[in-house]
């Protein structure tokens, strides 16, 4: 098994600022939006409307500084024992031994979408691809954001070997939910990704959630006026 620090594959890439849309990138003409986003799409839509589009800010919960925190501890004991390569040696040293790479930067023209990938596990029969969570519950919104990074890397990188999304309980080794990224996940991935596009360009409407559970723990729930805590904005 080796670790592998990939180090070449953002460059050349000219990205740059869309100019309504906070945070949103434009690569090639193309609108391109990070993978992490989806995670908000489904947690509630108008969430990424408060702060993408009417540019509203929040301070960080608790829980993402820890997640941000435990991040970076992960990233740096791994790059302890990692050596750098190039994306192409890893893919061919991979055809014979097992390859770990973490925090790969990984963009796709083709559907707009770019983000890094918490691990990756080449290995000659498949590749793994791993996002990090701080539970051990599969929500569909993590579930969506594994099968678009599993979308962008056989995208960019076109490896014919199955793949498979995984999510695994954030600094230990449990994983606890994988599958094959198919044809159906594939398709169903292409389809919410289209609908992402579709907001961002003002297409379709932001829908809020009716979940006041999920209100209760938004950063935006002062700010708000779809939360039966929030002031109207
Ligand atoms: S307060 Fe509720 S409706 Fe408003 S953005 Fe947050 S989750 Fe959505």
Redesign the pocket.
């Known amino acids: 098994m080796k670790n592998k620090s990939i180090n070449n594959y953002n460059s050349n890439i000219n990205l740059t600022k869309h100019p309504k849309v906070k945070g949103l990138k434009v690569y090639d003409g193309i609108n391109n939006f990070s993978i992490s986003w989806l995670n908000k799409l489904g ?2 839509e ?2 990424l409307y ?1 702060e993408h589009l009417k540019g509203i800010t929040a301070p960080d919960t608790k829980s993402m500084k820890k997640g941000t925190q435990e991040h970076q501890k992960l990233e740096d004991n791994f790059k302890a024992h990692a050596t750098p390569a190039t994306l192409e040696e890893t893919i061919e040293i991979s055809h014979e031994e097992k390859t770990i790479t973490r925090e790969m930067f990984i963009i796709s023209k083709k559907y707009g979408i770019r983000g890094f990938i918490d691990e990756i596990w080449m290995t000659p029969e498949n590749i793994v691809i791993i996002d990090d969570k701080p539970g051990k519950r599969a929500y569909k919104s993590q579930i969506d954001q594994i099968r678009a990074y599993c979308l962008a890397f056989k995208d960019t990188t076109k490896d014919p070997r199955p793949i498979i999304g995984a999510l695994r309980q954030r600094g230990t080794p449990n994983i606890f939910y994988k599958e094959n990224f198919d044809e159906t996940n594939q398709y169903n991935i292409e389809q919410t990704i289209k609908r992402m596009h579709s907001l961002l360009k003002g297409e379709k409407p932001f829908m ?2 009716k979940n006041p559970n ?2 209760k723990s ?1 950063r ?2 002062t700010q ?1 006026q ?2 039966s ?2 002031e109207k904005v």
């Open positions: 947690y509630c108008y969430q408060l809020h959630t999920k209100c938004c935006f729930n708000c779809y939360s805590k929030g």
